[in-house]
């Protein structure tokens, strides 16, 4: 078990550009959740997949931002048309009913600069 | 809306002492569950301690106790015999119950400083 893994862990961009970040969970954790982070901040959820399904998006989860985790294992999560505002650290997080902990595990962040 | 605050931005405390930092929350669930986890300077969030609000308990992990004060929505994270380690971010967050897709609610964070 090599924890949530998640890259680029940077990412610079033009204004205007699209970005996409990928999402490696722990293993065995069904649920993921995606997170956004300004400086300052405790981080604010995005969206949450259980397996395939995506469950819950957030109203911060503009229609420039789509998140997919297509076969219940990793997710990307893509930003079209970027924006400054959208400059953050994006978190990735997963987590399992068994044990019923439901504590999150979260990766180590991609952070967005937007130029 | 589920909503957490954490009054102190900023707090220090001197190696081996013990330090008290805050977390409200307002919720009207009746069944939930609080957490609190630290992040290091450019390092990820770790899970520090957890409690269940079904149970009256205080959660403790070894150096790190919580006081949980279900009717005044308080849960306070105690660290005692501070060490220079635990200089972090410290994040309280609330979930609701388990059938409701586990989402959290963050704080704004206290930044804690171990002084030697």
């Known amino acids: 078990d090599t924890g949530v893994s998640q890259n680029p862990r940077h990412k610079i961009t033009k204004r205007g550009q699209n970005v996409t970040f990928r999402c490696d969970p722990i293993?065995?954790?069904?649920?993921l959740y995606w997170y956004r982070q300004t400086l300052g901040q405790g981080p604010e959820f995005l969206t949450y997949?259980?397996?395939?399904?995506?469950?819950?998006k957030s109203r911060l989860l503009s229609d420039r931002f789509s998140a997919e985790r297509p076969k219940g294992s990793f997710s990307t999560l893509e930003i079209q048309r970027t924006e400054q505002g959208d400059s953050a650290m994006y978190l990735c997080?997963?987590?399992?009913?068994?044990?019923?902990?439901?504590?999150?595990?979260f990766g180590p962040g991609t952070r967005l600069t937007v130029t | 809306a589920q909503t957490v605050t954490q009054s102190q931005p900023e707090m220090s405390v001197q190696e081996a002492e013990t330090v008290t930092l805050s977390c409200t929350y307002d919720t009207s669930e009746n069944n939930y569950y609080l957490f609190w986890y630290k992040q290091p300077p450019s390092r990820q969030m770790i899970l520090v301690i957890r409690q269940e609000a079904y149970k009256q308990q205080n959660a403790t992990e070894n150096r790190f106790s919580v006081n949980f004060q279900k009717a005044a929505k308080s849960f306070s994270l105690k660290i005692s015999d501070s060490q220079l380690g635990d200089t972090a971010m410290y994040f309280c967050a609330f979930m609701k119950g388990p059938n409701t897709g586990n989402q959290f609610y963050f704080g704004t964070g206290t930044s804690l400083t171990v002084i030697p």
């Open positions: 997080a997963s987590s399992s009913r068994s044990g019923g902990g439901f504590e999150q595990y």
């Open positions: 293993s065995e954790h069904n649920r």
């Open positions: 997949f259980q397996n395939e399904a995506q469950l819950e």
